[in-house]
Structure formats: C-alpha cells, structure tokens
C-alpha cells in the first residue's frame, strides 16, 4: 500500500481547528489541485469560493445550523455548479448554447464536475497535514447563501470545504462492507443477502458509537438513516435550481 492510498484510508472529517489562517500558497495548491481533477467534455462546470470576510463566515455558519467550524477555520471554501461561463461562451461565440445549458444532463455535469474538484482539493489539504470536513448545510437556505456571496443565475452554491491545521482528530467512522457497495456484473438483489450485510454494518456501527460514547450511544446506522430520511429536508430544492435556469429541459 502506497502513501497516497494509506492516506486516502485514513480520511476522517475534522470539526476542531486552530486558530490558523491558511497561507496563499496553501489555498492556491488546493484550487490548483481542484482544477487538475477530471472535467467532462473538458467543459470545466464549477466555480470556487473562497470565503475570507469574518461577517460571512459568521453568516454562514448561522445559515448551516450554528456549527462553529464554519467560521472558525484556516480557510473556507464554497464549491459551486457554474454554467454562468457557459452562457458567457456562447455570447461570445455567437452560439446558441441555452437548451443544452438548461438540460438535466448539463446540470449533472456541473454536478459531477464540482465533486471531482472537490475530493481532489480535499486530498490535497490532508496531503499537506491539514484536516477537512465537508458543509452540506449551505443548502439549509440558497437564497440567503446565493445573495451572500453574489452568485447569478446559472451558478449553484452546492456544499462548502472547511479546511484548516486540525485541533482535534476524530476517530474514523467504519464505511458499508465493500460486498455491499461493489457488486460484479449485476446489482445484487438477493433480499436475504443484501438485508445481511445491512445487519451485519448495523453491528459494526452500533458498537462503534458505543465504544465511542462509553456506552452513552449504540443506534444501528439503519435506524439512524431512515429517521433522517423520514425528515423532509431542503424540498425547495427543485423550484430553486429551475429559478435559477438551470435543470429546466
């Protein structure tokens, strides 16, 4: 096993961070290493924001649920789909690039495009011994988010990257079997199978946390997720991406 994949193993998210700003140099060789991930089509589909201003970052954390890694970090960054440019391109060409902009196939390039870039940035910044943890919650309110950060149309604000010099290393959480995630050929669909691995995943979660919590927490990751599941959450989310003409076609 080499060090890049020992590395990648070890990933844990990290919500602790000291008071540490991130040097230029730093952030540019994360972006830089965002940039070099795969792109489909060479279209490039993603913009980054890098969130400086202390009000914002504040602001942010408000709007993710009051978790304080989001203003209290080396650097926070805000990935974003971006067929802005697109629109851009096709003025400039004099190219009508509209129907296929607003396409759900385009919009899951943008997607797609913005996630490579980002695990290639998180990696990076674990690479140089800084920790990470990924903020879905900006999606809590994108309008509040979009007129935050003076997005236009065409430009999703998706998840932000928190990064910074660790304070504190949680454990690493255990993942699904691999049996259950890499199937061969064919979806597997034995109900008796894949129903197992679940039970036996349910096992290793629940003694995790109770090792974890000493004894305060043993809940399956079944029962975890489907409770989380059955909370409606951010269901706005169509009408705001087709508001902001994407995902119309």
């Given at each position: 096993?080499?060090?890049?994949?020992?590395?990648?193993?070890?990933?844990?998210?990290?919500?602790?961070?000291?008071?540490?700003?991130?040097?230029?140099?730093?952030?540019?060789?994360?972006?830089?290493?965002?940039?070099?991930?795969?792109?489909?089509?060479?279209?490039?589909?993603?913009?980054?924001?890098?969130?400086?201003?202390?009000?914002?970052?504040k602001?942010?954390?408000?709007?993710v649920?009051n978790?304080?890694?989001?203003?209290?970090?080396?650097?926070?960054?805000?990935?974003?789909?971006?067929?802005?440019?697109h629109?851009?391109?096709?003025?400039?060409?004099k190219?009508?690039?509209?129907?296929?902009?607003?396409?759900?196939?385009?919009?899951?390039?943008?997607?797609?495009?913005?996630?490579l870039?980002?695990?290639?940035?998180?990696i990076?910044?674990?690479?140089?011994?800084?920790?990470?943890?990924?903020?879905g919650?900006?999606?809590?309110?994108?309008?509040?988010v979009?007129?935050?950060?003076?997005t236009p149309?065409?430009?999703?604000?998706l998840?932000?990257?928190?990064?910074?010099?660790?304070?504190?290393?949680?454990?690493?959480?255990?993942?699904?079997?691999l049996?259950?995630?890499?199937h061969?050929?064919?979806?597997?669909?034995?109900?008796?199978?894949?129903?197992?691995?679940?039970?036996e995943y349910?096992?290793?979660?629940?003694?995790?946390?109770?090792?974890?919590?000493?004894?305060?927490?043993?809940?399956?990751w079944?029962?975890?997720?489907?409770?989380?599941?059955?909370?409606?959450?951010?269901?706005?989310?169509k009408?705001?991406?087709?508001?902001?003409?994407?995902?119309?076609?």
């Amino acid at each position: 096993m080499n060090n890049v994949i020992e590395l990648i193993l070890n990933h844990r998210s990290v919500r602790s961070f000291q008071d540490r700003a991130l040097t230029k140099e730093e952030i540019e060789t994360i972006v830089k290493s965002a940039q070099a991930a795969s792109t489909s089509s060479f279209i490039q589909a993603y913009s980054i924001i890098g969130v400086t201003d202390a009000e914002k970052k504040k602001l942010l954390a408000e709007i993710v649920g009051n978790q304080a890694y989001v203003a209290e970090n080396g650097h926070f960054f805000v990935f974003c789909a971006d067929l802005y440019r697109h629109e851009t391109i096709g003025a400039m060409e004099k190219r009508d690039v509209i129907p296929a902009i607003e396409s759900t196939e385009k919009f899951m390039v943008a997607l797609i495009d913005a996630a490579l870039a980002a695990q290639n940035a998180a990696i990076a910044a674990e690479s140089m011994g800084l920790g990470i943890c990924y903020i879905g919650g900006i999606r809590n309110n994108l309008e509040a988010v979009t007129s935050l950060l003076k997005t236009p149309d065409r430009v999703i604000p998706l998840f932000g990257l928190a990064v910074g010099h660790p304070d504190k290393i949680n454990e690493k959480k255990p993942r699904l079997p691999l049996e259950h995630v890499y199937h061969e050929n064919e979806y597997e669909q034995n109900g008796e199978i894949y129903k197992g691995q679940l039970e036996e995943y349910n096992q290793i979660v629940s003694n995790y946390y109770f090792e974890r919590t000493g004894g305060r927490r043993d809940d399956t990751w079944t029962s975890q997720i489907a409770q989380m599941l059955e909370r409606q959450s951010r269901m706005y989310m169509k009408q705001f991406v087709q508001d902001k003409k994407l995902d119309l076609r």
